[in-house]
Each structure stands twice: as structure tokens, then as C-alpha cells.
């Protein structure tokens, strides 16, 4: 007999391993078509010859297999996640409805613009209010995620100096600066130099004097940055920047902290992207999906690509490709349609005064939360903090490092923070604007906890998670010999056998 699987069992079987040959999770009435010989329908080279190994399963077990599986997602919707430098916020419902209403999501983008006013005008007013947002003059809403605004960005300011005859191959980036920058200084053909940071996270003022020069096309710089801090020191870096000829950009994943209280426009920046699904919510775990909106100030707004969507004078709404000096298309059709509806619908959701509301709450959740855990948590870069801040956990002699605090955190139903990023061996905690303040605690205290832990009991520490289905994988191991089951083809046995690919 087989043996029926169960929510909690630890080894979950697979599709092909449970049901048998002949059930079904449809039943049809029968055909009332003349059957058609497959060789008929489809030319003989085409055919595979056997029948591919499906799973064969009623429609229950089918259902429960799936749900077994989601049951083991750590989810947003189910727990807390301290997600620092990512803005990994809830998500509301109402951005869905909206992203699923028919009228959107049966839309082809080959359609005529007469025929897709509605998403137009959304797109239209998007733009106008990210633009506002920002304190800049124009927005496109092309670029696929915020690396890809960087690149889109980048660009921009690479037309920018060409248009002045002068090429500048080096873009300056801040040690704290997140990976994708550099990334995309290489994409677009500079080279990044960092810049360094002083004691208090800050840029190095002295250091960017040295550093900068008629070679420079742009100084990246995120605002607040990655350890969590707002440089107050922006607008001198802007104004040392803008001596030289260079750009100041605004990596501006960290907008959440900032919204409605102060806009990058006013603080000197020339060119930014918006990660959308952080700021503005979009589901994103796992790689996407995402939508790098670029915001330009004026002396930018040419270099713009194409076709940005406008309002025509009799009202209506479509595309323009009128920009000689445009970059070109940097994404296919319209853009992530369905992350910027969902921004929109935030944006329009929450309201102008609201989006501050998010800012404020973000950034005294995060020192409300360092305030409870200083006196136990080192934290190398002093408050107060935007919405996230860093701390290397240090308990000499336990044996314990940042990895094993965040995988016990597991155990206290909490979602591991940022590990090791932007200072080595650091936790970098980000408890967004959205939790409750029983939450909050929640989270204070299972920390402490765990501090009691390292003090008295380092081990249970140590061998976190104890609560998951698995415990510590080796990751390396696991990317590199993954463990595959599958169907041997001639559809009978199942095997279970582990790959040795390297
Ligand atoms: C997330 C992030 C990026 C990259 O954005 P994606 O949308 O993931 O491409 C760049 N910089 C910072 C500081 C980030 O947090």
C-alpha cells in the first residue's frame, strides 16, 4: 500500500510519487468528434515515440500536493520579515484586485490606442505623479527593475555628455553602494570607482574631492544608503559633483524612507530610478517581478527613450516616438504593466499625505526597534536611522555568527534579515512601515532572546533552524549536485537518484 502523504511529513514526495496509472483530475463527457490518428494530425518526425511520463493523479491529491507545498512557503502574508535594504513590504489586497480587473489584464499590446485609453491614462498619470514624487521633470516607465533604471539611466547621462562632445569614462559609487551599481557602471561601458565612507556611514567628502574629476559622468549614490543612513550632506555632494560637470544619481530603492517628506529633485539629483515593487509594493520574492521607473530633470528630459506615453491636446492618450535625441527602447511594448498598475493603485490608494505616513512610520518602526536592541545588538553606525539599520552581533567566545541568529530567527517564525551586507558578518534589519507594534516587539523579543540563548546555550544557536522541514542545507552543494527525482521515461518506475553535475 502506499502510503498517503501528510502535511507534516519532512520527505514530501513528488507528483510523479503519488497517484496511479489511469487516475485523472478532470473527468470529460466522451467525445462526440471523430477520433484522428495522431500520425494523421501531426508529421511523424514531430512525434516523441512513447507518450511523455506524466503524473497520473486524482483531482484531490492534486489539489492538497500543491497546497502542501505552498504551506511550506515562508510568506509575507503568514510572517514578519525584517528585510533590510529590499523594503519587502505587505502587499494590500486592493493592488491586486485592481492588477487582476479584466480590463487590464486581457489587454495585447498591439491594440489600437483607441481601444486602451484606460491603461494609458494609468500610465500617463503614473508617470506625472512618480516624476512629482521625485521633484524631477519627466518619467519613463519602461525599465524592467531598478538595475535596469540604473543601466536606462546611465545611458541617459552617457547621451547627455555626447551631446556636449565630451566622453567621461568613470562613474563613482560609495563602498556601501549595493552590487547592481557597479554592475551597471560596467554594462554601460565606465568604470566605477568607490568612493569611501566615513566612521558614521556618511560619504567621504575629501575623499569624492579627490576622486572626482572632468572624467566623471556620474556620482551613484543611494539616499538613505544601504547601512540605513540619510546623508545630510547631499546637497554639498551635489553641488562638488555638478562643479566638475558630472551627474548626481539616485539609486532610490530606499524612497520609502524619504516619501513626501523630501524629494531627490530638490536635493540636487539629476537622474534616479524608483524600484516600484519595494516602495510601492509588488510582490517580489524570488526574483520578480519588478518595473525601474527613471525620473529626469530637465536638462535630461531629450534623452528620455521612446515611446513614452503622453496626453495629446484634444485629450486623448497614446504614444510618441517624437525625441531625436531619445536613447531608444530599453523594454518591449508598455513596460511591467501589471507591477505599475499595482503602483498606481498605491500611489492613489494611500494618497498624497498617506505616502508620507509610510516614511514616518518606516523610519520609527526601524529606531524604535534599534532603541530596544542596542544594548545587546552592537550597532557600528550611530542613529538616529532612516528605515533600516545595521548590526554585527557580537558574542565573543559562543561560536556564534550572524548566520546562526538569522537561521534561529526561523524558529521564531520570523523571516531572516539581510545577512553580511552592507558590513561583513552584520544583520541589517528593515521592519517597514506596515508592522504593528505587537510585531514589533515580537520580533525585539524573540532577538533577545536569542541573545540569552548565545549566552547561556550557544549550541541550539548554532545548529539552527530546529522547527523546518530541513535544517541547514549546504548551499554550495545543493546549486552544485542538486538532488533530482524524476519519471524514467518508459513511464513505469520512479527513480530517485541524485545528479552529479558539476
Ligand atoms: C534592490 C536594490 C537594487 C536593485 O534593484 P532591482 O529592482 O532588484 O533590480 C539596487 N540598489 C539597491 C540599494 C537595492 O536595494
Redesign the pocket.
Known amino acids: 500500500m502506499k502510503t498517503v502523504p501528510t502535511m507534516q511529513q519532512e520527505d514530501h514526495p513528488l507528483l510523479f510519487e503519488i497517484g496511479a496509472p489511469g487516475l485523472c483530475a478532470v473527468s470529460l463527457p466522451p467525445s462526440d468528434v471523430p477520433p484522428v490518428k495522431r500520425s494523421e494530425a501531426v508529421p511523424g518526425e514531430l512525434l516523441a515515440d512513447d507518450p511523455p511520463a506524466l503524473p497520473e493523479v486524482g483531482e484531490l491529491d492534486l489539489v492538497r500536493h500543491y497546497k502542501r507545498l505552498a504551506h511550506r512557503c515562508f510568506n509575507i502574508d503568514a510572517n514578519f520579515y525584517p528585510l533590510g535594504?529590499?523594503?519587502m513590504k505587505y502587499n494590500p489586497r486592493i493592488n491586486e484586485r485592481v492588477a487582476a480587473m479584466p480590463g487590464f489584464i486581457n489587454l495585447h499590446p498591439y491594440q489600437d490606442e483607441a481601444d486602451v485609453q484606460g491603461i494609458l491614462e494609468l500610465l500617463y498619470r503614473l508617470r506625472c505623479d512618480l516624476a512629482e514624487i521625485a521633484g524631477l521633470a519627466e518619467t519613463t516607465l519602461q525599465p524592467a527593475?531598478?538595475?535596469?533604471?540604473?543601466m536606462t539611466g546611465l545611458m541617459i547621462i552617457n547621451a547627455y555628455h555626447s551631446s556636449r562632445g565630451e566622453h567621461r569614462s568613470k562613474v563613482l559609487t560609495p563602498d556601501s553602494?549595493?552590487g547592481?551599481?557597479p554592475a551597471s557602471c560596467t554594462i554601460c561601458g565606465r568604470r566605477s570607482i568607490p568612493v569611501q565612507s566615513r566612521k558614521d556611514g556618511r560619504v567621504d567628502l575629501d575623499d569624492l574631492r579627490a576622486k572626482v574629476d572632468e572624467d566623471t559622468a556620474a556620482f551613484m549614490i543611494?539616499n538613505p544608503n544601504?547601512v540605513g543612513v540619510f546623508d545630510e550632506q547631499v546637497a554639498d555632494i551635489a553641488q562638488i559633483i555638478h562643479a566638475k560637470g558630472a551627474q548626481l544619481y539616485l539609486?532610490g530603492?530606499?524612497m520609502n524612507a524619504i516619501l513626501g517628506i523630501t524629494r531627490p529633485g530638490d536635493f540636487g539629483v539629476d537622474c534616479m530610478h524608483f524600484?516600484t515593487?519595494?516602495t510601492f509594493s509588488t510582490p517580489?520574492g524570488g526574483g520578480g517581478p519588478?518595473a525601474?521607473p527613471v525620473a529626469v530633470a530637465e536638462h535630461l528630459r531629450e534623452f528620455l527613450p521612446v515611446p513614452q506615453v503622453i496626453r495629446r491636446h484634444d485629450g486623448t492618450f497614446g504614444w510618441s516616438s517624437d525625441r531625436p535625441k531619445s536613447i531608444g527602447k530599453v523594454r518591449s511594448f508598455y513596460g511591467q504593466v501589471g507591477v505599475l498598475v499595482r503602483a498606481y493603485t498605491y500611489i492613489r490608494a494611500i494618497g498624497r499625505e498617506g505616502l508620507r505616513d509610510v516614511a514616518e512610520k518606516a523610519v520609527l518602526a526601524a529606531n524604535y526597534v534599534a532603541a530596544r536592541l542596542k544594548d545587546r545588538y552592537p550597532m557600528p553606525f550611530p542613529p538616529p536611522y532612516a528605515h533600516e539599520f545595521v548590526t554585527v552581533p557580537d558574542f565573543p567566545g559562543s561560536g556564534v555568527s550572524d548566520i546562526d541568529i538569522a537561521k534561529r530567527l526561523i524558529d521564531y517564525g520570523i523571516h531572516p534579515p539581510t545577512m553580511s551586507f552592507p558590513v561583513h558578518h552584520c544583520l541589517m534589519i528593515e521592519p517597514t512601515e506596515t508592522e504593528s507594534p505587537a510585531t514589533l516587539d515580537h520580533f525585539v523579543e524573540a532577538m533577545l532572546a536569542i541573545a540569552d540563548e548565545i549566552e547561556n546555550d550557544p549550541k541550539v544557536v548554532r545548529t539552527a533552524p530546529h522547527t523546518t522541514p530541513v535544517r541547514r542545507l549546504d548551499e554550495v552543494t545543493a546549486s552544485r549536485k542538486p538532488n533530482v527525482r524524476w519519471r524514467r521515461c518508459d513511464g513505469t518506475a520512479t527513480a530517485r537518484e541524485r545528479s552529479h553535475s558539476t
Open positions: 535594504s529590499c523594503t527593475a531598478g538595475a535596469h533604471g540604473e553602494a549595493h547592481t551599481n543611494t544601504t539609486d530603492a530606499n524600484n515593487h519595494k517580489h519588478g525601474g
